[in-house]
């Protein structure tokens, strides 16, 4: 019987230790959920500081839109006064209307472009934010998993010592 008690009392010794291994590793992932969690946080922050960005860039684009086309209207009244005999100097106030278009075209693209990068950015940080989710989800489940795993641990554990003092006391 005392070897019996001595194996019991080993088993007991490993079953704590392999308790606290699995504290450890909860610990761990609980450490790493939080981590994550802060890094899905700020990426929220970012997109929406990107969509913001995206939403400035679109009313700047729209209003140099709105200018181009006034700006079109008056070249178009200006070439008709030219036609009615305006003269020369109606042709010099005619190119320059026609060169502040070409810059407002130009800005205009430029915005365009740059409202591109912006939507392929924002998209760039979607998808990868919905891998941190997806990531954040499953480490989750982890600790989860290794906490259910921990509690049947200690149930069986507690169970065991239950059972070994009666066997000590019967000794």
Do not use: P
């Not at 490993?14 to 590793?25: G, N, S």
């Not at 009313?59 to 008709?80: P, Q, Y």
């Not at 005999?85 to 320059?96: F, V, Y």
Request: glycine content about 4%.
């Amino acid at each position: 019987k005392t070897n019996e008690v001595l194996n019991l009392k080993a088993q007991l010794k490993d079953v704590r230790a392999k308790m606290e291994l699995l504290e450890m590793k909860i610990h761990d992932l609980e450490d790493s959920l939080r981590s994550k969690v802060t890094e899905l946080e700020v990426c929220e922050n970012e997109l929406q500081r990107k969509k913001n960005e995206s939403e400035l860039l679109r009313e700047k684009v729209n209003l140099l839109e709105d200018e181009i086309a006034e700006l079109r209207t008056d070249l178009t009244i200006l070439r008709e006064e030219r036609k009615c005999g305006g003269g020369a100097s109606s042709m010099s106030l005619e190119g320059t209307v026609a060169e502040d278009m070409q810059a407002l075209w130009r800005e205009v693209e430029r915005l365009k472009t740059e409202l591109q990068g912006e939507r392929d950015s924002n998209e760039q940080m979607t998808v990868g934010f919905q891998q941190e989710r997806q990531t954040w989800k499953q480490e989750k489940e982890k600790v989860i998993q290794y906490q259910k795993q921990l509690q049947q641990s200690y149930l069986h554990m507690y169970k065991r010592k239950q059972n070994l003092e009666k066997m000590l006391q019967q000794l």
